[in-house]
């Protein structure tokens, strides 16, 4: 017997949240594809996405996916954007207290 | 037969082409064609700090500063899309006597020209910025109407408006050569094709001297690396205002979306414009941050880049024609403020490349200053 049955066809697509850390759907991607904010950066730039707390982890393919459906392009021209450190976010404290100099220090600039 | 043909080709996809780019076509200017070898904002403008300031030490930045303010509180409203515009005002930090006169100087200068700055106290200061701790600080400064602006949505805005107006943008289209008949500019050269045209703009921002050196323009120029990093967004308010301070060699703010952007300056101007990330750096700014904002300690970093600074022997831009190639315009060299000056700028270059004058004076800021020794020393630049 099967449980809760979804039918998955009535899901209203557009109103999926795409980026969960940055509340983007999948109606302002596809607005923004059509408009042509093409590449994964562009999109990021724009809306955000890929900006949130876990760094596009969320986000990303499904992204990526829809510009590849929507362009007909690879996922190679698309270009998965650019990843940045720190890998995993981490607390100014922990590197701060691992960082031994004072930051007043030293540091005057030139000009 | 040449690929396409043009009024006038803006080089460069970032802020300032893609200000210029709207202007000119605002003016009049029927075929704009802008070239982006790789996607529109990739450049400096999509790695900045965004913070916007009239609260300088010569009256020409002064003046460009309140200029960019009235054009930036109008914007949204010129460009049909919202440009994030965030009025937090800038407050400016002292350790020093020396620095805390000059920047004294500065407002009085400021006032004299209809900016609303002025000396606040500490305890005004943590007013304006609750979570701020700077008791070994001298002196503060203030102006309400400084602040920042999303430097992506500015951009895609100017854009936007220049599309409507009839612009056409090649990105993922690279700019190999230009080539000049009789002292004019003839062609520009791509790796696309070819496209004919009598004017370009050099608006390559980190490449500026690169393009400039393809019709034998040899600047003064470099381009250095500046590493910058943002937080997680928490609660609003922790720093409303962009925190600013020339001897501690720091800018911090918080965004309208919780998030706490900050960077500083490399220590002695490296020339160095490798734009890898630097653990260094985080450590550093990772001290700054909670230095200044003790309460941020739990705060938690998530992403840290880095950028260019396209610097000039007096770090302030380039705009004006050059003298032996007829059309070839140059509006470059911003080092760390070509953002917020692309309202003005933008405008100004427009006017320059139609009517061959502008609204206002900009023959200062030709390279020829450089060998003529009229360099523009500016006490508040970063
Ligand atoms: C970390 C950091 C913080 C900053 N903070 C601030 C700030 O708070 N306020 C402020 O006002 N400014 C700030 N700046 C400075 C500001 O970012 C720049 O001055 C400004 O963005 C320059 O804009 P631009 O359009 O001239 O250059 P860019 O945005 O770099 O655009 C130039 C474009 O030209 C393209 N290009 C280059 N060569 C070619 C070619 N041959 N063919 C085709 N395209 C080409 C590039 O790909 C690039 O996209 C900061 C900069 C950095 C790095
Ligand atoms: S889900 Fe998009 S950045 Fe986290």
């Not at chain 2, 910058?228 to 800018?251: A, D, H, R, W």
């Not at chain 2, 706490?260 to 002695?268: E, F, L, M």
């Not at chain 2, 309202?343 to 450089?370: C, E, S, V, W």
Request: hydrophobic share 40%; with cysteine; net charge negative.
């Amino acid at each position: 017997m099967a449980g809760i049955c979804i039918d998955k066809t009535k899901l209203d697509d557009d109103d999926v949240v795409v980026c969960r850390c940055k509340e983007v759907t999948l109606k302002e991607i596809r607005e923004w594809i059509d408009r042509g904010y093409d590449t994964f950066d562009e999109l990021k730039r724009l809306t955000g996405v890929g900006m949130g707390a876990c760094q596009g982890r969320g986000c990303r393919d499904i992204i990526m996916k829809e510009i590849a459906r929507r362009t007909g392009k690879s996922f190679d021209e698309i270009g998965t954007g650019t990843f940045r450190p720190p890998v995993k976010p981490v607390k100014l404290g922990t590197l701060t207290a691992a960082n031994k100099e004072d930051p007043w220090e030293g540091k005057v600039v030139s000009h | 037969m040449a690929w396409k043909n043009a009024d006038v080709v803006v080089i460069g996809g970032g802020v300032q082409g893609c200000a210029s780019a709207y202007n000119l076509a605002k003016l009049g200017v029927k075929k704009v064609i802008l070239i982006e070898k790789n996607s529109i904002c990739s450049g400096s403008t999509g790695r900045c700090g965004a913070g916007i300031r009239a609260q300088w030490g010569t009256e020409m930045n002064c003046r460009f500063g309140l200029a960019c303010l009235d054009i930036f509180e109008n914007l949204e409203e010129e460009l049909g899309m919202s440009v994030g515009l965030n009025q937090g005002g800038y407050l400016m930090v002292a350790y020093k006597e020396s620095e805390f006169d000059q920047l004294k100087a500065n407002i009085k200068l400021q006032n004299s020209l209809g900016i609303r700055s002025g000396v606040v106290t500490r305890e005004e200061a943590y007013t304006i910025c609750p979570g701020l701790s700077a008791d070994d600080a001298l002196g503060f400064t203030f102006h309400q109407r400084d602040g920042h602006a999303d430097p992506f949505l500015t951009t895609f805005a100017y854009m936007e408006a220049a599309k409507r107006l009839g612009v056409e943008f090649l990105k993922f289209t690279e700019v190999t050569a230009i080539k000049v008949e009789k002292g004019r500019v003839k062609t520009v050269v791509t790796d696309k094709g070819e496209i004919d045209t009598a004017v370009v703009l050099n608006t390559a921002g980190g490449f500026f001297q690169d393009v400039a050196a393809m019709v034998d323009l040899e600047l003064p120029i470099h381009s250095e690396n500046h590493d910058i990093m943002v937080t997680e967004p928490v609660e609003p308010g922790v720093c409303p205002p962009m925190l600013m301070s020339f001897s501690g060699n720091y800018y911090l703010q918080q965004r309208p979306d919780g998030t706490i952007v900050g960077g500083c300056s490399p220590i002695g101007h490296p020339m160095d414009s490798d734009l890898r990330s630097r653990f260094a750096f985080l450590e550093h700014m990772s001290s700054v941050f909670t230095k200044l904002l003790p309460r941020a300690k739990d705060i938690r970093i998530v992403r840290q880049w880095a950028g260019l600074y396209n610097m000039s022997p007096d770090c302030q831009p380039i705009l004006g024609e050059a003298e032996h190639v007829k059309g070839f315009f140059l509006s470059g060299a911003y080092s760390g403020h070509g953002f917020m000056f692309a309202p003005i700028t933008g405008k100004l270059m427009a006017q320059l490349i139609t009517r061959g004058n502008t609204d206002m004076p900009i023959h200062m800021l030709h390279y020829r200053r450089f060998a003529e020794g009229k360099l523009i020393i500016e006490p508040a630049v970063v």
